[in-house]
């Protein structure tokens, strides 16, 4: 199985700032990469798909780059609604496995 | 407008087998490329992706679930169908269910996702 490890774990922020989420591969991937957001209670959400294409809807301070076996997701200003866990998640090759998650706190 | 939701027990015994349903609209699971899957989540811990089944009736499985997990469709019904045997308490998750594309080298993003359902493992 591919395997999939954020950094960091967790990371504080005030609302303005530039955070940038990284994500590796445990083997080349290519661009097959997806990007989700997730507040508590609710599902997920995809904000970027194939490394760098934003889904439709979302922000574009939203922004994914990489590929192979590095990934960043950049916030480029925080907003107070963007405080929640990003979760990268391979879609190169079954079984799909995600990332153990990556918690954004205000600070 | 695509929308899934996702039924079955909010609480079953330990040994039990789970059957979870996915009921959707907005697509056809006989379009070339449509799959859908099911991804858990234990409560405070990370997503977990369990089961896809695509528009071919081709599945794929979890490698440490596979021998616990059934996947099928019904797509007069437009309905994904899990099963998961031998029920233990750390299968207590949140269970969702989710659309994605499967393009002939790889898979997109799950999108979207049904609200999820909690079920709880216990005697």
């Known amino acids: 199985d591919i395997q999939m490890t954020q950094s960091p774990s967790s990371v504080s922020a005030s609302v303005g700032d530039r955070v940038t989420i990284t994500c590796r591969a445990s083997q080349d991937i290519n661009s097959w990469l997806a990007w989700y957001q997730q507040k508590p209670g609710k599902a997920p959400k995809l904000l970027i798909y194939v490394a760098s294409n934003l889904q439709s809807g979302v922000p574009s301070r939203f922004s994914g780059s990489g590929s192979g076996t590095d990934f960043t997701l950049t916030i480029s200003s925080l907003q107070p609604e963007d405080f929640a866990t990003y979760y990268c998640q391979q879609a190169s090759s079954f079984p799909i496995t995600f990332g153990q998650g990556t918690r954004l706190e205000i600070k | 407008q695509v929308t899934l939701k996702e039924s079955g027990p909010a609480l079953v015994k330990p040994t039990q087998t789970l059957t979870l349903t996915c009921t959707f609209s907005g697509f056809s699971l006989n379009t070339s490329g449509m799959c859908v899957s099911w991804i858990r989540q234990p409560p405070g811990k990370a997503l977990e992706w369990l089961a896809l089944?695509?528009?071919?009736?081709?599945?794929y499985y979890s490698t440490s679930l596979k021998t616990r997990l059934t996947i099928s469709k019904d797509t007069s019904k437009n309905q994904v169908v899990l099963t998961m045997t031998n029920m233990d308490p750390v299968d207590t998750a949140t269970y969702y269910c989710?659309?994605?594309?499967?393009?002939?080298?790889?898979?997109?993003?799950?999108?979207?996702w049904g609200q999820g359902t909690l079920v709880t493992v216990s005697s």
């Open positions: 089944i695509d528009w071919d009736d081709d599945k």
């Open positions: 989710a659309r994605t594309q499967h393009l002939a080298v790889a898979i997109l993003g799950f999108d979207p």
